[in-house]
Nanobody, 121 residues
């Protein structure tokens, strides 16, 4: 399984970025996918997940600002991030093969290498 993220970068507060994650080595259409992030000195946290049916699940901190989507024809999952805040600064990781083990609690089968998102104030 290989997950390759792209789209990170530096943006001013209030700006937007779109992250992409291209997956290979899995049957993408039946696989739940997600995005996590880890800020310096903090634990990795769920940002958003999307199941095989396209139903999303968001962390409260990003609801109304971020949108997760998937294109099964391209084996790609996206994270559209709008109204970015400095507290969104983190390394963002794509996660594949999510298994829900509790309320918004998942176990991931595979991880991407991460992409840095930096939001300046």
């Amino acid at each position: 399984v290989q997950l390759v993220e792209s789209g990170g970068g530096l943006v001013q507060a209030g700006g937007s970025l779109r992250l992409s994650c291209a997956a290979s080595g899995i049957i993408f259409s039946i696989t739940a996918m997600g995005w996590y992030r880890q800020a310096p000195g903090k634990q990795r946290e769920l940002v958003a997940a999307i199941n095989s049916g396209g139903i999303p699940n968001y962390a409260d901190s990003v609801k109304g600002r971020f949108t997760i989507s998937r294109d099964n024809a391209k084996n790609t999952v996206y994270l559209q991030m709008n109204s970015l805040k400095p507290e969104d600064t983190a390394v963002y990781y794509c996660a594949g093969g999510l298994l829900e083990v509790g309320d918004s609690d998942y176990v991931a089968g595979s991880w991407g290498q991460g992409t840095q998102v930096t939001v300046s104030s």
